[in-house]
């Protein structure tokens, strides 16, 4: 098992371009997180998916962020433009519920993103 | 919405003495309590959790315990070791039905620090 799979590890881009980061969660995983650590605010839940339908995005700060996960084995988190207040590490997690019990909630290495 | 509270935020401990973390949460429907730990440069990792129809559970020197009248959880580390030097996360969820999740919140974290 290759785990959740983040992509690029570390990101450096310059204020107002587009960065877009990207996930694979574990097979067979249904339900799928997007986390931003920062050292001021801690570990913020963005958004999470189950069965590839968005939930809950109360947590993303605005309208710059977008998250998408077109199937069940890939999500893409954008920030378009980007701000340098932007910058932290942002990891996935993917988990399976079934029968009310949670199998395996991972998260990913992390992208570490630096806005310039 | 779901607040957790998480206490102390550093705490050093001698090798061997045992360490102790307590969140509070405040949404009575939560019934999903896991706690992570993060080692430097990498992403959290699932060390333990408990349901709520659940009062104790153990696994070897970890153990966390949960008081759903008065709404808090706590986290224990017995003869503590180097290796135990990370930051720990409590957080509340919900796992709603049989296969989707609910709310999530996670604690600010705790810094701990087994010295020998």
């Known amino acids: 098992d290759a785990g959740v799979i983040q992509s690029p590890r570390h990101e450096v881009t310059e204020m107002g371009q587009e960065v877009t980061l990207r996930c694979k969660p574990i097979?067979?995983?249904?339900?799928l997180f997007w986390y931003r650590q920062t050292m001021m605010r801690g570990l913020e839940l963005l958004i999470y998916?189950?069965?590839?339908?968005?939930?809950?995005d109360s947590g993303m700060p605005e309208d710059r962020f977008s998250a998408k996960m077109p199937n069940a084995s890939f999500s893409t988190l954008k920030i378009q433009p980007s701000e340098p207040r932007d910058s932290a590490v942002y990891f996935c997690?993917?988990?399976?519920?079934?029968?009310?019990?949670?199998?395996?909630?991972?998260f990913g290495s992390g992208t570490r993103l630096t806005v310039v | 919405g779901e607040n957790v509270e998480q206490h102390p935020s550093t705490l050093s401990v001698q090798e061997g003495d045992s360490a102790v973390i307590k969140c509070t949460y405040s949404?009575?429907?939560?019934?999903?309590f896991p706690w992570y730990k993060q080692e430097l440069g990498k992403g959290p990792q699932l060390i333990i959790d408990?349901?709520?129809?659940?009062g104790e559970k153990k696994d070897q020197r970890i153990a966390v315990t949960l008081n759903k009248t008065a709404k808090h959880f706590s986290l224990h580390i017995t003869e503590t070791q180097p290796e135990d030097s990370a930051v720990y996360f409590c957080?509340?969820?919900?796992?709603?039905?049989?296969?989707?999740?609910?709310?999530?919140?996670f604690g600010a974290g705790t810094q701990v620090v087994v010295t020998p």
């Open positions: 997690a993917s988990s399976r519920i079934r029968q009310g019990r949670n199998y395996g909630y991972t």
């Open positions: 097979s067979g995983h249904n339900s």
């Open positions: 998916f189950n069965n590839n339908v968005p939930i809950d």
């Open positions: 949404d009575s429907a939560s019934n999903y």
């Open positions: 408990i349901r709520s129809n659940v």
């Open positions: 957080a509340a969820s919900q796992i709603v039905g049989s296969d989707s999740w609910g709310k999530f919140q």
